[in-house]
């Protein structure tokens, strides 16, 4: 059995959380007699920092170490600065356990329309370093308290870092096996160190696998081209800024924020890794019952697979497609439903 420790956080994180967990105890049915899956919540997001000055536990790195996998919803409070939620819960959870592999996957189900025209066939994946670069957060103030203030922001880009992720992401062009293709995202015209060595390291790579086509893209440039040629791409390897951005984009062509599951993953599994929905916490909308709870439900999905259950994520997937194509769809995507309308829908389609 795997330990699963949940963390539904803030605003619709805590509803589409709990719709995941539904549709994975329906899936793990069809595989077996017995639950495959334990889940232990966690009350740790803005609602605790309010109470505790703290996003978790001092602890909570040593409490999350024994468990296999993590789901969260999402974090973000109009009453908490967004540096504080990230820094006091996502960064630390990525950094102690090296889930130094963001993937997010770019996918237009079949009958959803793309906010582009004339698109209808879009399957592309972001792998995002999520360790280091622009969020090393290494920097500090001088001066704040008068005319003087100066505030500096280091980015910080390894070797090992840069290589172990280009690999990463040729490895799963392979696994991919769709393009067969793996687009680079740089900025090296303007930021000569970090982004040079990063250029390095692709092309080092790169000549490792010669039957992969590549591709080096300025970032501005590569955000003109998932709009004007978005079929061209396989899949994308970014530093944790550009990726994090790009993945946003890539959302918004493939269906919009509500459908876009994301992992952070160490890839030796020597440690956890942790399942998410790219959205945040979505505070205007909370506790409308009209969020879309498919990004939760594919983030879970996700995490079956990464744990050994790869079928539990082919029948939670046809069952998304099955509920898609009965329009039953939340606002964002075009349709009027609610999330439970959606998540009992995905649960009734779970079939083997």
Known sequence: MKNIAIIPGDGIGIEVIEGA???LKKSEKILSDI????FHYFDWGSDYYLKNDEMMPENALDVLSKFDSILLGAVGHPKVPDHITLNGLLLPIRRRFDQYVSVR???LWK????VLKNISNLDFVIIRENSEGEYANIGGFLHSSNEFETSIQTAVFTRMGCIRIIEYAFEHAISRNNKLKVTSITKSNAQAFGMVMWDNCFKEVSAKYPNI????LLVDAACMDLVRRPGDFDVIVASNLFGDILSDLGAGITGGMGTAPSSNINPSKNSLSMFEPVHGSAPDISGKGIANPLAAILSCSMMASYLGYSKIEDIIRKAVQKTINDNIITKDMGGNN???EVIKNVVLNIMS
Do not use: M, Q, R
């Not at 009958?111 to 793309?114: E, I, M």
């Not at 086509?213 to 080096?216: C, L, P, Y």
């Open 21 to 23: 967990i539904k549709v």
């Open 35 to 38: 639950n495959l899956f334990d």
């Open 105 to 107: 996957p770019c996918y």
């Open 111 to 114: 009958n959803t329309d793309s």
């Open 213 to 216: 086509e590549t591709e080096s």
């Open 338 to 340: 609610s999330t439970e």
